[in-house]
């Protein structure tokens, strides 16, 4: 009984005077133990919305945020992750708003929901939308598959039931219904209407567009 109590002094000593967490049970922030400002390296379950600085780890809730770097699996309605994205989420809504081009500092991993949001990402985009605000580097596949610069493949639900859109440069293969880039640096568009702005073998083309 003695050891019990004084593991269970030693966990709460350490959530009250440390800045990292084993576990984090949230209602709905603030309403939280610990606060929000702790990171977390374990577990955290989010009834509602649970907020933390860094995250390693299993997270479970409805909306489940962290403030800065992700590392591990999410699962839930909406997952965030502010910085880099090392990992997984599933969920309806998955954001990752990380910016930076370092590949050694790049979220990597795969956004598996409805509505995929990432804003320079390595790894997997699945669900209905998806979109990559500034470079997207691997598979983007749904409805609608949208970024800036791409290296790698995008395509529509059965390759073809889909719009798939490069608004700067694009390297790789996008095939859909709809094929849409301003650039195309070594790569193919097939489907029924393929777009390249400015360097393609027409401007549009039925079947099949490309540069290299």
């Known amino acids: 009984?003695?050891?019990i109590i004084a593991v269970a002094g030693m966990l709460v000593a350490g959530m009250l005077f440390a800045d990292t967490t084993p576990i984090m049970v949230?209602?709905?922030?603030?309403?939280?133990?610990p606060s929000r400002y702790y990171d977390v390296t374990g577990f955290r379950l989010s009834l509602i919305y649970g907020e933390c600085q860094e995250f390693t780890?299993?997270?479970?809730g409805i909306v489940d945020h962290a403030d800065r770097d992700f590392?591990?699996?999410?699962?839930?309605?909406?997952?965030?992750a502010d910085g880099r994205l090392y990992g997984g989420q599933l969920g309806l809504v998955n954001w990752n708003g990380h910016d930076t081009r370092k590949w050694d500092r790049r979220s990597i991993g795969a956004q598996l929901g409805i509505f995929n949001y990432a804003n320079t990402f390595c790894g997997l985009q699945d669900g209905f939308a998806n979109v990559a605000g500034r470079s997207f580097t691997g598979l983007q596949s749904g409805f609608l598959n949208s970024t800036r610069d791409l290296d790698g493949l995008q395509c529509g639900f059965y390759l073809l039931f889909g719009v798939n859109m490069a608004s700067g440069?694009?390297?790789?293969?996008?095939i859909g219904l709809v094929n849409y880039a301003?650039?195309?640096?070594?790569?193919?568009?097939l489907g029924f209407?393929?777009?390249i702005s400015e360097n393609?073998?027409?401007?549009?083309?039925?079947?099949?567009?490309?540069h290299f």
């Open 71 to 80: 590392t591990g699996i999410a699962i839930g309605g909406v997952n965030i």
């Open 193 to 195: 209407v393929n777009i």
């Open 169 to 174: 440069t694009m390297r790789g293969c996008q």
């Open 26 to 33: 949230s209602l709905v922030t603030p309403v939280q133990a």
């Open 200 to 210: 393609g073998w027409l401007p549009v083309l039925p079947i099949v567009n490309g």
């Open 57 to 60: 780890g299993l997270d479970i």
């Open 1 to 3: 009984m003695k050891k």
């Open 182 to 189: 301003e650039r195309v640096d070594g790569g193919l568009q």
